[in-house]
């Protein structure tokens, strides 16, 4: 049986939960979610969300940060439209309830790296998880939207899955394969639209700052299906995660560097002055390629970050999580230096989309991390990832509301069950968790902060090698979410080194020491991938 809905949205973060918010009235939508509802890379950001919003301040230098950040890569269009958007966003989610940090009756507008102002509108800390919750609790007023949690997305159901050839045209999207985690079979829901919003993919990775459900899910059944996917070699490292062996990965947000946090060797040495005029304050990819470059030249495990000298009032008030969770190490900021490595953080790139967030997929939009938009270009701004997933949650609900009729019944084709014949448990679970350690340790060795051709092909002949074995052990044996990441890791780990590949330069957030300068005239432009079904 098919489940039947006007909209699905994939993912639960802030991109599809404001979707669902602006289009829960007039259409029935069904949120997929693999996990608990709030257990999404926006409940994991802290710093805040970058919006024009003091009068010494103006869109014009928002923009212009940004485009710089970009490395020549960033659609004008897009940066000026979300940008000069931010205001606006802002006052709409303090109307869902999220209670913004405020000094003397006006936000408290922190500033992070490439930032020539102070614009980071935040909730002390924990930004990410105050928009969260503040959205759920919104999205429990609508009765036309269903939440399933515990709910896997496996593909999304195009013309490939009828049986029939793809057109030339492109695909269309006709719905999702989704496992019931709990019950453990496979579902199948019908939609006349599918919104793309699983976040990212940092699990790729061995060290990331990412939640262990960012296994880049919807990048990979884009991809699958035929969407163009863009820009999967920009890689955001963020220089600061806590460096705590044994420890779930921690961020320790930018913003401490953005009220005066100095990085410093073991000994005491500061550094960053040598790497950029903006020191600590400038683009995260130099700061994490120089502390990579330090790490190399030293041999220490870690560096060190030091707020120190702004005392104990102010980084309990400022940083309440980062001080709970630094004490419960037996770490004082407010005395000791915080020690600190880079992990992998925010893809810039993903499933391709125009400025509505329309895919080359009919019926599918993307919006958030899963998407490559144009704002972001070689390298994200700093605190630009909420805003944007607000402003193309909103673009999309705009493009929704003028091509989608309401009150319509689904008219899409009969969709096909699962198909399990020939699947049987061959009791060989162990190579999940081998190959899934396999990908993240040869991504994080090969295809890094700094890369080289070599390693890049070394990489890619081995990917090549461990798909090939995942891909036979998804045919042969039962559905589990455990498989299904694995899959789509992968699939993202194989575009990402087929992008840097074609990428024969350094540019942002990819560099590769064999083409160490930045070549406009050949590598201006995304590099865009797609599935061929030949």
């Known amino acids: 049986m098919t489940r039947e809905y006007d909209i699905i949205v994939i993912g639960s973060g802030i991109a599809g939960l404001m979707y669902a918010l602006k289009m829960g009235r007039n259409y029935r939508i069904a949120i997929i979610t693999k996990k608990s509802s709030n ?8 710093g805040g969300i970058a919006s024009v919003m003091s009068q010494t301040d ?27 958007l931010g205001p606006r966003y802002i006052k709409e989610l303090a109307g869902f ?38 959205l759920l609790n919104s999205l429990k007023k609508h009765r036309n939207v269903d939440l399933f949690e515990e709910h896997t997305a496996i593909d999304l159901i195009t013309e490939y899955h009828l049986g029939q050839k793809i057109p030339r045209r492109g695909p269309t999207c006709f719905g ?29 990775y061995q060290h990331t700052t990412n939640p262990a459900i960012a296994t880049g899910d919807g990048m990979a059944m884009g991809y699958r299906a035929g969407a163009f996917v863009a820009n999967l070699e920009f890689v955001q490292f ?12 921690f961020l320790i947000s930018e913003a401490v560097r953005g009220e005066g946090g100095k990085l410093i060797t073991a000994d005491g040495r500061r550094f960053m002055d040598n790497y950029h005029p903006m020191a600590e304050l400038a683009p995260r990819d130099i700061v994490a390629r120089a502390i990579d470059m330090v790490l190399k030249e030293t041999g220490a495990p870690c560096v060190y970050l030091d707020i120190s000298h702004r005392g104990k009032t102010f980084i309990k008030r400022r940083f309440p999580t980062i001080m709970k969770k630094c004490e419960s190490l037996g770490i004082n900021p407010a005395v000791d230096p915080i020690p600190v490595v880079p992990a992998a953080h925010y893809f810039c ?7 509505n967030g329309c895919s080359s997929i009919a019926g599918l939009l993307a919006a958030g991390e899963v998407a490559c938009t144009g704002m972001h270009g070689a390298n994200r701004l700093a605190s630009n990832s909420l805003l944007e997933a607000v402003a193309f949650a909103d673009f999309a609900a ?25 699947v ?14 396999e990908i993240r340790k040869l991504m994080w060795d090969y295809v890094g902060i700094v890369r080289s051709t070599d390693r890049l092909r070394k990489a890619y002949d081995r990917c090549l090698v461990i798909r090939k074995h995942i891909k036979e052990f998804y045919r042969k044996n039962p559905v589990r979410p455990e498989v299904l990441e694995l899959r789509n890791i992968a699939d993202v780990a194989l575009i990402i080194i087929r992008s840097a590949l074609l990428r024969q330069e350094s540019r942002g957030l990819h560099y590769n020491i064999d083409f160490p300068q930045r070549d406009d005239s050949r590598f201006s432009r995304d590099t865009i991938i797609q599935r061929d079904f030949n």
């Open 39 to 46: 257990d999404a890379s926006t409940n994991y950001a802290q």
């Open 424 to 437: 049987f448990d061959h009791k060989e679970w162990v190579v999940v968790s081998h190959d899934f350690q």
């Open 349 to 355: 790139g993903g499933v391709r989309t125009d400025i």
């Open 58 to 84: 103006s869109f014009a230098n928002h923009i212009r940060d940004t485009l710089e950040a970009g490395c020549g890569l960033c659609h004008e269009e897009v940066v000026r439209k979300v940008v000069r």
């Open 176 to 204: 999702v394969y989704v496992y019931d985690n709990v019950n453990r079979r496979v579902e199948v829901f019908g939609a006349r639209l599918v919104l793309l919003a699983s976040g990212g993919a940092g699990q790729v």
């Open 238 to 249: 963020h220089p600061t995660s806590l460096y705590a062996p044994g420890q779930d990965p």
């Open 398 to 422: 705009n493009w929704t509301r003028k091509n989608l009729q309401t009150r319509a019944k689904y008219k899409g084709p009969a969709l096909p069950p699962w198909d399990e014949s020939g």
């Open 97 to 134: 309830g999220v209670a913004f940090s405020r000094r003397s009756g006006a936000y408290d507008l922190g500033r992070e790296g490439g930032h020539s102002h102070n614009r980071v509108v935040h909730s002390a800390d924990h930004t990410g998880r105050n928009i969260e919750q503040a």
